[in-house]
């Protein structure tokens, strides 16, 4: 087995594009590792054995912050196994547990916190849930609050294996699903949020918030978005990655047990009402049980912002997932060798990885670079991948800036760098408008270099502070015309004699006369005129144009300035651009 661990590692020695730091050890049977959001910086580490450590200012305490060894048995997959602190814990100092009893039954409960900040009060315990587990296996035991304030528990189907009892499908009990509770409301109760999707349901269980899981091991919620990420453990040959929008309303079907992944579990199986998985992968390499992870947000490592980090227990390769612009794709991030069961968050959104097969616990480590693909490199206007010469560009990209907020150039000439970062496009500075953060989405957007064009790609390089990210090669077109809009609709500004008369703003004409320097605006006479015809379309009537160009004093934004056709009905009109993507136009 040795040798077999040896091999993998080798073979995939090319992928480590991050590293593990060891910050702990002696955690036998590490299950959970969290923070309890109250400014201390102390990261709780759950021991499957019904223990909880404390690592505090590098070291871990002697003194247990909870024992309740006498009130499990951690073996297989029972044990303590999820650990959670509610919103405001520093004011409220209680905290809840997920375990399995003696009898193997599962324990949501309620502790408080001694006059020791570092010692929870054992005897304080209030048992919340008690729910009978008729198998060994399956336990889930992940509990988290939501950024609603509710208790999220994970439940797995009862075990065995197949989901004999069908648990995975039936509403009426709460094994196989994800539970939603308010227990703070009331603290010693539980309640059941009114929203619940199954709240008013007859025969269905009202504290289920999904269903058809087989075993969520491990679930987060993006802190950045409120996205809820879950890995649910497969059976024979495959293993999934589910995404609940932070805009669901609950009441999603997983699939299990008529599914496994993507695929069927039970002939014929029926998709409709399934939600699928947005990964999966199959059991070849050792691969066998996932360990759901966390989408970092920390700033230790910016390049690795915006992934989801997932792993396998019994090969314990490190995956990272992430939205290419077009679909979810995993690449392998490190073969660490590790027995893995657990990730977590410390309260800087940094990441943590527990070994079962040493006891250690590590923090991840990733490169300072920022990071991105060819096809996060689009039109802003259309977001359509690729780039003109000339013409703004917008690169979403990990690592650009830390925080949420927004820096746009406060002048023009455009300056060749903006909060520290600043873009290539074949070697040659391009001005940047702005940088920007929002929802965890970051991006930087730039001006393509006039003498891009005629090429056919071109290398992009994004540096932040002296650190640059690899070589990206970008499509280049001649043109790529697309129309600047809000919320679905053109930005349009009409001429105050004459409401026939309008002009709307654009991203990708291409080539102009009276062509400016980079990152100077458009000039005002004579005018940066498109060198090509601009047909126009609105609601499919060919409409008079009068100038297509630079926007004077715009850099790399164009205007065009047409007429209203005569026969346009009243209301929101498609209007077209040399064929780019049509935007509604509000015609009056």
């Known amino acids: 087995m040795r040798w077999v661990g040896f091999l993998l590692l080798t073979a995939c020695a090319g992928a480590q594009e991050i590293r593990t730091v060891q910050v702990a050890s002696g955690i036998a049977g590490p299950a959970d590792i969290q923070n309890a959001g109250d400014g201390s910086g102390r990261i709780f580490l759950v021991q499957q054995s019904g223990v909880i450590r404390i690592l505090k200012n590098g070291a871990v305490l002697a003194t247990p912050f909870l024992d309740i060894h006498t009130k499990t048995t ?14 405001g814990f520093a004011q409220k100092q209680r905290f809840y547990v997920d375990y399995t009893d003696l009898n193997g039954n599962t324990v949501i409960a309620q502790y408080r916190v001694s006059a020791n900040a570092d010692v929870a009060d054992l005897a304080s315990e209030i048992v919340l849930l008690r729910i009978t587990q008729p198998f060994a296996n399956h336990n889930g035991g992940q509990v988290r609050f939501g950024p609603d304030g509710y208790l999220y528990i994970a439940m797995g189907d009862g075990g065995s294996a197949g989901d004999p009892m069908r ?87 997983y699939g299990w047990n008529r599914m496994e992944g993507l695929h069927c579990y039970t002939a014929g199986c029926s998709m409709d009402g399934i939600t699928l998985p947005v990964a999966e992968y199959p059991h070849v390499e050792a691969a066998c049980s996932i360990t759901g992870g966390f989408r970092y947000r920390g700033r230790l490592s910016p390049g690795l912002r915006g992934t989801y980090f997932y792993g396998d ?37 940094e990441l943590y990885v527990g070994n079962a097969g040493t006891g250690a616990i590590y923090r991840i480590e990733g490169s300072r670079a920022p ?63 702005s940088v920007s953060n929002s929802n965890g989405q970051e991006q930087v957007s730039f001006q393509v270099p006039w003498a891009v064009a005629g090429r056919t790609s071109a290398a992009v390089v994004i540096t932040r502070d002296g650190n ?46 009276n062509q400016p320097a980079d990152g100077a605006g458009g000039p005002a006479s004579p005018l940066a005129a498109s060198t090509s ?32 056709p005569a026969g346009v009905g009243s209301g929101l009109q498609d209007l077209v651009v040399i064929g780019s993507p049509p935007v509604k136009f509000a015609v009056r």
């Open 74 to 87: 951690g073996d297989g997959e029972r044990g303590l196994l999820g650990l959670a602190f509610p919103p």
């Open 167 to 253: 648990n995975g499908q039936n509403l009426g009990t709460l094994l196989g699903k994800l539970l939603r509770t308010d227990v703070e409301s009331s603290p010693g109760q539980v309640r059941i949020p009114p929203d619940n999707p199954f709240a008013n349901m007859a025969g269905a269980r009202g504290e289920i918030w999904a269903y058809g899981l087989r075993n969520p091991w491990r679930f987060s919620f993006d802190r950045a978005t409120s996205d809820l990420w879950i890995g649910d453990v497969g059976q024979d040959a495959y293993e999934e990655i589910d995404l609940q929008p932070a805009s669901s309303h609950g009441g999603e079907n």
């Open 313 to 349: 227990y019994c090969n314990g390769r490190i995956w990272g997932l992430e939205w290419n612009g077009t679909a979810w794709t995993s690449r392998l991030l490190l073969a660490s060798g590790f027995t893995l069961t657990t990730f977590g968050e410390d309260e800087a959104g």
């Open 371 to 433: 990071r991105f693909g060819a096809a996060a490199v689009t039109n802003p206007a259309s977001f359509v991948s690729g780039m003109v010469a000339g013409s703004l560009a917008t690169a979403f990209a990990a690592g650009v800036r830390d925080a949420p907020g927004f820096t746009v150039a406060d002048r023009v000439p455009l300056p060749s760098s903006l909060d520290g970062v600043s873009v290539t496009v074949m070697g040659i500075a391009a001005p940047v408008y």
């Open 468 to 513: 640059a990210s690899a070589a990206v090669d970008v499509q280049v077109s001649a043109i790529q015309p697309a129309v600047y809009t809000s919320n679905g609709q053109a930005i349009t500004v009409r001429a105050a004699d004459n409401p026939a008369f309008v002009f709307v703003y654009l991203s990708g004409l291409g080539p102009v006369t």
């Open 533 to 564: 015809a601009v047909p126009v379309t609105l609601a499919g009537i060919p409409a008079d144009v009068q100038y297509a160009g630079l926007a004077p004093g715009f850099v790399g934004v164009y205007q065009l300035n047409f007429r209203i």
